[in-house]
């Protein structure tokens, strides 16, 4: 499908973005022939990507994820074991989509683990979930008898990922890694703010209670010549965190995109981009050298 890499390489430049997580994703070669070649034509340029996808008994299309990263501002984290009694660097992690959560999400979520690099940054680790939460009819749990509604159902995801799975990335250690981390869920909800319950996602020993910080509407409708298209009522693209990571955000925001880059033209908008626009984060621990700014769904459907 061809959209308007130009302006999304503009967005992301504009933005100062050191991460971008991308959902709908169906081939790379978008992203390595047009995207990362746009972004590294400048000077001293570094960006690097990855997609994943993986085919599930709910995700029979495949449909995968994609993360976009500045390499002169952060980098993947590195994979390190214990051989012959010395910790060496074997690799990266690697995104990976956790599919063992493929019965309780339909679209199981993409984790990726990034750290800061330089001088003088802090010693943490970024863990971002990336995740499109079903919006329509899964016909895999009507099949087995799930009787919850569209809504219910994508309530129920909701709390998967806030009660069940963001608990274990941001305490899992299991590669003895000991930098701080910071977790977020990012992505298209398919939900209202307002929807999305405070939880306490840690055990009752810990408290760490989940919110989202994006309530502008993120979702667009084209119109056409005697309708104009404009925003919906519908802000579904969110960031999640718990109160750790709270006071160290310096910022959300919506991209006005239709406005800043069409001169307010949503229809041309939608048909070069998406039904969607970009939301933005700033998190920024302390160090002036260090600011990441992570966007949520910036397409629809790349191919």
């Not at 993986?54 to 994820?65: A, H, S």
């Not at 579904?236 to 750790?244: C, I, P, T």
């Not at 048909?271 to 998190?283: T, Y």
């Amino acid at each position: 499908m061809n959209r308007d890499w130009n302006t999304v390489a503009d967005i992301m430049r504009d933005t100062r973005a050191d991460i971008v997580a991308v959902q709908e994703v169906f081939s790379e070669t978008p992203l390595k022939l047009q995207l990362c070649q746009r972004l590294n034509a400048g000077f001293l340029c570094d960006w690097r990507y990855r997609c994943v996808s993986r085919q599930t008994c709910r995700n029979i299309r495949g449909e995968g994820y994609a993360f976009l990263w500045n390499a002169r501002r952060v980098d993947l984290s590195p994979n390190e074991k214990v051989i012959g009694g010395n910790r060496v660097v074997v690799g990266v992690h690697e995104p990976e989509i956790r599919t063992e959560w493929s019965r309780s999400l339909v679209r199981p979520p993409c984790v990726a683990r990034f750290i800061p690099v330089g001088w003088c940054v802090p010693f943490i680790e970024l863990r971002v979930i990336s995740t499109h939460i079903i919006f329509g009819e899964d016909k895999y749990s009507r099949d087995r008898g799930n009787d919850l509604s569209d809504k219910e159902m994508r309530l129920a995801e909701y709390r998967a990922l806030s009660e069940r799975l963001f608990p274990r990335v941001c305490k899992d250690r299991s590669d003895g890694n000991f930098r701080t981390p910071y977790t977020f869920i990012a992505g298209d909800y398919n939900l209202l703010q307002g929807e999305c319950s405070v939880i306490d996602g840690l055990p009752k020993e810990e408290v760490a209670f989940m919110k989202t910080r994006q309530i502008l509407a993120s979702t667009i409708t084209q119109g056409d010549d005697s309708s104009p298209g404009h925003y919906t009522d519908h802000d579904y693209d969110h960031f999640s965190h718990s109160d750790r990571e709270h006071q160290y955000i310096h910022g959300v925001e919506r991209i006005d995109a239709p406005t800043r880059y069409y001169g307010g033209d949503f229809k041309k908008y939608g048909q070069k981009m998406s039904d969607h626009v970009p939301v933005a984060m700033q998190f920024n621990v302390g160090s002036s050298n260090l600011e990441h700014v992570m966007l949520g769904k910036t397409t629809e459907e790349i191919k």
